[in-house]
């Protein structure tokens, strides 16, 4: 059976239904997320039919209707799982509308005003970094990102790098034992080798001993090494904390090496008055990681690489493709600077988010979201079957139940789909990581998902969370 | 001003507010797209206040209207500019949907169905392309499935590369010289160095020459360098050529060098009888790069690269992210097996599309991409006034107007909004590209579009297209 057609009008009459039918599941969509669907895989492939094919448009409807239900939503009131959540209306309607202009980010001629777009914004984040004369890119994910930084690090540090390639330089990249594990699965990809990532460890508030880094730094630059790149993070991943970067910064600055700030997680805190201190210092770093689709909320993946001096990105990433580039200015053609070749439209999304909150919409957002995460931790404080680990530094809240297996814990809330959660390390105990990010979040279902997390603990046997 | 709510009825509005706009600004787009906008970057930027922030919603939709309308779309009869165009309903449906459930693909925990359904996917493109026990991942774009490529290669010829890093083992990868710029792009970044890639000669079909790439391999292990990879390119940018890749694979096993398949283009015609014969051999390369936002015609992007051994992902790119893989088998956590970390879910439109289409219906859309391709050339072979350059081999037709300039053709269709279309050096002359990819194209469309070409030749001085 085959529904294809070269009939223009079954074709015209094919995307107005789709987009019918888009408006339509929807709703649907949006009606039921207050649950959770099961979870059982086994289950979902036999009633899912995945391997039908050639089947009528009106089956393909029902077949995304029947998947959307089983798939969980990251806007779920009942979803802490990740370092995302929740749903920007205006950023999700440009996301919806960028598949119909199918985009390709590489040159001005074919992306027109997307181009301006980007730069618009990657101009506002170069600003709010304190590059004075800064450049960016969007990239597909805060992993590729850093990757990124770590090529432009390794290629100033080995300036033969790009065009001869490694020859055993005893490169070294540092980063805190609590960093991203994308930093050394990058040093891993880029022939510097994850062994030769020291990690550096980080202080009783989650913060990376930059005591420690300054004797390693002198140790290896005596023993022969040479130092690539300092990794600063700005919200560690289980704990969000927050680098000492002006610190760090003067480290990088004595030794001379690149300090990458990887702010995936915590870098839109520049955008907010009151907890900007936490990133003082990004303005002497020499590249930042900043992904849009964590606190600014809009869709995934929309993650930009700073850096504070313009030119190193297409030092590393142009090739001459004249086939490609053929009009305007490399200003204007963007795949110049890009690790990617074909490329989403990563810049509409948050374009349009900020063009409604403002920044006063996203100051006041993000000062919301570390308040609900110490309204959070108050309330594990004031329980006595709960304990914190460790008094939040930005909208994680990592706390135990006593007695309970943190990992029982959140496996039996998704077996029974009522929360989606996570755990995670946290100075040497295994702790329920809830993330306060969603920007529909409030206290009251802070106080259920609490709840939840004691009734399911409640039924568990007992358990230890010493890792 | 700032138009944020801490109130949920008014959000449940925006959402609302937002799904109507997407259909009214969709229905307009669709209405338009016959024609091209006119492209004035300079005037763009004041037109548009693209620096304006904290509006209300309304403003929001206006401003979208209005960034859409001056957007070129790649559904356009107009666009011939790049290797896609079209719009498939099926699949713009399913990535409309996406960012609503906002999934990221590291977990079946939180991706739940969306795993499945990219298993099911992967599972069809490794059967495919010959792989009994084949594994693969989506990546951002053909540039990164070849870049990851390149890792699992380099990894295999130097076992220690990942851990300790490179130490100038003289890496070598051989690619066409028609092959696409990811691959010395990729070397200069994974630390095997662009001088390293050695560009094999093509014949004047513009396919590698596979006795010069055998006599290369025999010189450089007499040198001393280790071969890391094969680059054989299956649909070449400007030329839409093949490489022979039986051939190629013979010589990667006499020599026992990894073969890599860049079928970023090419490799959909796994799935059409007719044209399959182009592909033979890659059930003999070690992987392969395939794009289904290329012949399949799914919205940018959709990109996967296929391994013919499993477990080399993993080997190359897993980290022990403890905080993140807590449940489930690491066959349903692809987060193991990806360059990213939060990833968007690129499997569930190529997998509605298919769904609906089904092989029969993907069978006869490349079949006719080719039989149009040939059709065009045909036209441009019956004209006095034009010249083609080469028959075409699959979907790219490459030809000259006689005495005129194929760069100022293709600069002015442009200024005049009258054709988005580019150019590429064929056989050392520069020649207009019209790609036929996109899956609505016609016989009608593709004679308006060569008048388009010679009405706006007529009126140019003479011009040359040596190179």
Not at 217 to 222: A, I, K, P, Q, V
Not at 427 to 449: M, S
Request: charged share 25%.
């Amino acid at each position: 059976m085959n529904n294809d057609s070269d009939n223009p009008t079954e074709d015209a009459g094919a995307i107005n239904a789709a987009l019918d039918a888009v408006q339509r599941l929807a709703g649907k969509m949006l009606e039921r997320e207050d649950r959770l669907p099961q979870r059982a895989p086994g289950e979902l492939s036999p009633q899912l039919a995945l391997a039908a094919t050639g089947r009528p448009f009106d089956e393909v409807v029902a077949a995304l209707d029947e998947i959307m239900t089983l798939t969980p939503s990251s806007a779920s009131p009942l979803f802490f799982n990740q370092l995302f959540a929740g749903r920007d209306p205006a950023a999700v309607m440009a996301e919806m509308l960028t598949p119909l202009a199918n985009t390709s980010m590489y040159t001005f001629k074919v992306a027109g005003p997307q181009v301006l777009i980007e730069r618009e914004v990657l101009g506002r984040m170069v600003a709010a970094a304190g590059y004075a004369d800064g450049e960016g890119s969007f990239f597909p994910g805060g992993s590729i990102s850093n990757l990124t930084a770590m090529v432009v690090a390794r290629n100033r540090a080995v300036s033969s790098a790009r065009d001869d390639g490694l020859s055993g330089e005893r490169l070294t990249v540092y980063t805190s034992e609590l960093g991203h594990y994308s930093i050394p699965k990058n040093a891993g990809l880029l022939g510097i080798g994850r062994r030769n990532v020291r990690t550096v460890p980080a202080d009783e508030s989650g913060r990376m001993r930059v005591d420690v880094l300054r004797r390693m730094l002198t140790e290896d630059r005596g023993s022969g090494r040479v130092p690539v790149m300092i990794n600063a993070t700005a919200g560690t991943t289980v704990l969000g904390a927050f680098d000492p970067i002006r610190a760090v910064a003067e480290v990088a600055e004595e030794h001379g090496v690149w300090l990458h700030v990887d702010g995936a997680l915590g870098a839109s805190v520049l955008l907010c008055e009151r907890h900007r201190a936490l990133m003082v210092g990004t303005e002497r770093a020499d590249s930042l990681t900043w992904n849009a689709h964590k606190m600014m909320g809009v869709p995934l993946v929309c993650s930009a690489l700073l850096l504070r001096r313009p030119g190193l990105l297409a030092d590393s990433l142009s090739e001459s493709a004249e086939y490609l580039f053929q009009a305007d200015e490399d200003e204007l053609n963007p795949g110049t600077r890009s690790i990617q070749c074909g490329r989403r439209n990563d810049a509409l999304k948050v374009w349009a988010a900020w063009f409604h909150h403002g920044d006063v919409g996203y100051d006041r957002r993000i000062a919301r979201l570390f308040e609900l995460a110490r309204h959070a931790a108050a309330l594990v404080v004031a329980d006595p079957d709960m304990e914190l680990v460790l008094q939040p530094e930005s909208i994680n809240v990592c706390f135990e139940v006593r007695g309970r297996s943190s990992a029982a814990i959140c496996a039996r809330l998704d077996a029974e789909a009522r929360l989606k959660i996570g755990h995670g390390v946290a100075n040497g105990r295994r702790a329920i990581r809830l993330v306060c990010i969603d920007p529909d979040l409030d206290e009251e279902r802070i106080v259920a998902a609490l709840a939840e997390i004691k009734a399911v603990a409640r039924v568990l046997p007992e358990g230890d969370n010493a890792v």
